[in-house]
């Protein structure tokens, strides 16, 4: 079992930035691939960023490629997603997950095992 915590949310203007973090339980957190999903009101769930488990390999949307940037700190058991040049099309619910084994692509939301409650980010002036 594994316990996910975001936090980092909020209101923020076009053009701003914000940074979220998601606090992982356990102590084989080194061990996960993480990712980043978002969900907007009346859209499905849709990936955002993934990380490889020594984050030496990351993979974005197409959507937020060259605007945010995943790491992590495996001392601190916590995954960030750094959000910058915000529009307001990135409002949505923001969620961390973990994929326990491999799998095919990090964008697959089927393959991830475990997910945070979400944060809510807003873009709005």
């Known amino acids: 079992q594994v316990q996910l915590v975001e936090s980092g949310g909020g209101l923020v203007q076009p053009g701003g930035a914000l940074r979220l973090s998601c606090a992982a339980s356990?102590?084989?957190?080194?061990?996960?691939?993480m990712g980043w999903f978002r969900q907007a009101p009346g859209r499905e769930r849709e990936f955002a960023a993934g990380?490889?488990?020594?984050?030496?390999?990351?993979y974005y949307a197409g959507s937020v490629k060259g605007r945010f940037t995943i790491s992590r700190d495996n001392a601190k058991n916590t995954l960030y997603l750094q959000m910058n040049s915000l529009k307001p099309e990135d409002t949505a619910v923001y969620y961390c997950a973990v994929r326990i084994n491999g799998g095919l692509a990090y964008s697959r939301i089927d393959e991830y095992d475990y997910w945070g409650q979400g944060t809510q980010v807003t873009v709005s002036s």
């Open positions: 356990g102590r084989t957190f080194s061990t996960y691939t």
């Open positions: 990380i490889s488990r020594s984050a030496g390999i990351t």
